[in-house]
């Protein structure tokens, strides 16, 4: 069966420090990959979406950035937080034929 | 542009009564409609995946139904633990997971 992984649960960063949060996908292949933050109470924010190694769609101007160097690791990064950055950052698959889309635990991140 | 819009924002029920939850959208090319729920510190948990106009899908409580323009989440005898904030979301042909704002669901005992 599939499964998602995504560390640390939770952050706590100073501002101006890098961020490296890692998603890994199991037991699927050529999955969509995708990055989310949600601010408290409210829905979910599409930062990053990918349909293949190297392939990376930015929706939102900012100070983060994602890469996928493999298949199924998806990474959002950061070379110096701001404490806008604060928030709880999701990873998600889904398949090619859209059937089912999966997210991960989440990575609580606070700025400070 | 894809856009989701649910409503309401929030909804109190008294368990067993029960009601919808309404999800709006425009998307070019629907791929897919999905519906999630969303416990607190929690990521999404996924619930159905809609395809086309007429489609219906159940679990235990839940019925999810689709036309054109919206999706309805309908809730029949609702219990305290299916208080949750549900999220539908929709993926057009860009293959993108475009979300909106979520229902804050609670059920009073």
């Known amino acids: 069966s599939q499964t998602i992984h995504q560390w640390p649960a939770t952050l706590v960063q100073p501002v101006g420090s890098p961020l490296s949060l890692e998603c890994t996908v199991e037991g699927t292949s050529n999955p969509n990959l995708y990055w989310y933050r949600q601010a408290a109470g409210r829905g979910l924010q599409l930062l990053f979406y990918?349909?293949?190694?190297?392939?990376i769609s930015s929706e939102v101007p900012q100070n983060l950035s994602a890469s996928r160097p493999q298949d199924r690791q998806f990474i959002l990064s950061s070379k110096k937080l701001l404490l806008s950055d604060s928030g709880f950052y999701l990873c998600?698959?889904?398949?090619?034929?859209?059937?089912?889309?999966?997210f991960g635990q989440g990575t609580r991140l606070t700025v400070v | 542009e894809d856009q989701v819009t649910q409503s309401p924002e929030a909804l109190r029920l008294q368990e067993g009564e029960s009601s919808s939850l309404n999800c709006s959208y425009t998307v070019s090319g629907l791929r897919g409609l999905f519906w999630y729920r969303q416990d607190p510190g929690k990521g999404p948990e996924f619930l159905f995946t809609l395809y086309s106009a007429g489609e219906e899908k159940e679990k235990e409580r839940l019925k999810a139904t689709l036309t054109k323009k919206e999706s309805f989440l309908h809730i029949t005898a609702p219990k305290p633990e299916d208080s949750a904030t549900y999220l539908c979301?929709?993926?057009?042909?860009?293959?993108?997971?475009?979300f909106g704002q979520g229902t804050r669901l609670t059920i009073n005992p």
């Open positions: 990918s349909v293949g190694i190297g392939q």
């Open positions: 979301a929709v993926q057009g042909g860009a293959q993108k997971l475009v």
């Open positions: 998600a698959w889904s398949n090619r034929m859209n059937t089912e889309a999966f």
